[in-house]
């Protein structure tokens, strides 16, 4: 489906630059007829690139400028083209007098004059793409869900804490339990008098004689 879409795109896009190429035939002469040329060539160039923008060449999203590509990329291709261009109008004028000489200023004469002499159509053309250049697209934004309002601090919900255990107080509840409770009796034996049949029975000494 992309590519159909794209062919279609890009074969009207042919279409039009065709009829502005077409278009730019019947120009008359003189300095108003030559600039409707070339602005009929440059606009060519643009549209060629434009169809395959709005085609869905990029991404399908809303066409925008380009603000980094237009100053870093078609300013200094416009003062390039616009030089040489300029230099190339059929009457003598102020702006053809001035840009000649300071190409001799320049030293750049040589390459004026030969791109002034077959190439000022390409150059036309190649201004109106570097201008197409500069319109982008941004893709489609996705959908997403909107974002939610924080609650309050009495709803939220505190995380239950879990209870704090301390090893040396444990131990010493534990140690002071076991001095409060009494120490058990203890019963001391005593040895029993000897009986009566225990007692050791002595006999009487006899009477020594004389």
């Known amino acids: 489906m ?29 300095v108003a007829g030559y600039w409707a040329r070339l602005g009929l060539i440059a606009a060519a160039g643009l549209v060629l690139v434009l169809f395959q923008v709005f085609g869905g060449w990029t991404k399908w999203g809303l066409p925008q400028l380009s603000g980094n590509v237009f100053v870093l990329g078609f300013l200094p291709a416009l003062a390039v083209a616009g030089w040489v261009l300029i230099s190339g109008q059929p009457d003598d004028n ?4 001035h840009v ?11 390459l004026v004059r030969h791109l002034r002499d077959g190439y000022l159509g390409v150059l036309a053309f190649g201004l109106g793409n570097v201008l197409g250049f500069t319109v ?19 709803a ?10 301390d090893a040396p107080t444990a131990l010493a509840a534990r140690l002071d339990d076991e001095e409060a409770a009494p120490e058990p ?13 225990d007692e050791t029975r002595v006999a009487p000494r006899p009477p020594s004689a004389g």
Request: with cysteine.
């Open 100 to 110: 000649v000489e300071w190409s001799g200023d320049l030293h750049v004469s040589r």
């Open 185 to 197: 009796e203890t019963t001391v034996l005593s040895p029993e008098p000897p009986g009566p049949e």
């Open 136 to 154: 982008d697209t941004r893709g489609p934004r996705p959908l997403t869900s909107p974002p939610q309002e924080p609650l309050p601090t009495s």
């Open 2 to 30: 992309v590519g159909a879409v794209r062919g279609v795109s890009t074969l009207l896009g042919i279409a039009a630059a065709g009829f502005c190429l077409w278009l730019s035939t019947h120009m008359g002469d003189g």
């Open 156 to 165: 939220r919900e505190e995380p239950p804490v879990p209870p704090a255990t």
């Open 94 to 97: 102020w702006f053809q007098r």
